[in-house]
């Protein structure tokens, strides 16, 4: 009997690397018994994250969307949490919303404190900021 040693994994490129279109899978395999698969199958948007941007979405989804632990898991303020869940949407290929003026952004922080999801200091770093 075989044994067979896996591999290192690597994160496979999402553009070709002659014209940069966009690559489609068209092989799996077994890493056990080394049966292989070959066809077309459907893109997977979320391959092509790197591992930072896949463990920001894994703790975003298990925080049911609450930025306040997402900052908390990252150690970093609301408007950096926020900018790093807008580059995770870019990257996604998500259209972000358009930008907001002051006064409704400032209405939407207002509304967040008040739910628990920002805290003050944070919305403020964030109203400090916009008003430069």
Request: glycine fraction near 6%; charged fraction near 25%; charge should be negative.
């Amino acid at each position: 009997m075989t044994t067979h040693t896996p591999h290192t994994q690597h994160t496979p490129p999402s553009a070709c690397p002659t014209c940069q279109a966009p690559l489609s899978v068209s092989g799996l395999h077994c890493e056990r018994c080394d049966t292989e698969v070959r066809g077309h199958f459907r893109h997977c948007e979320f391959c092509a994250l790197d591992d930072a941007q896949r463990d920001l979405l894994r703790v975003f989804l298990a925080a049911r969307g609450n930025t306040k632990e997402l900052e908390r898991h990252l150690g970093v303020s609301y408007p950096t949490a926020r900018a790093r869940l807008d580059e995770l949407l870019t990257a996604l290929g998500v259209a972000t919303a358009p930008p907001v003026d002051r006064q409704t952004r400032r209405r939407q922080l207002l509304d967040a404190v008040a739910r628990g999801d920002v805290d003050v200091d944070d919305a403020m770093a964030e109203l400090t900021q916009g008003a430069g």
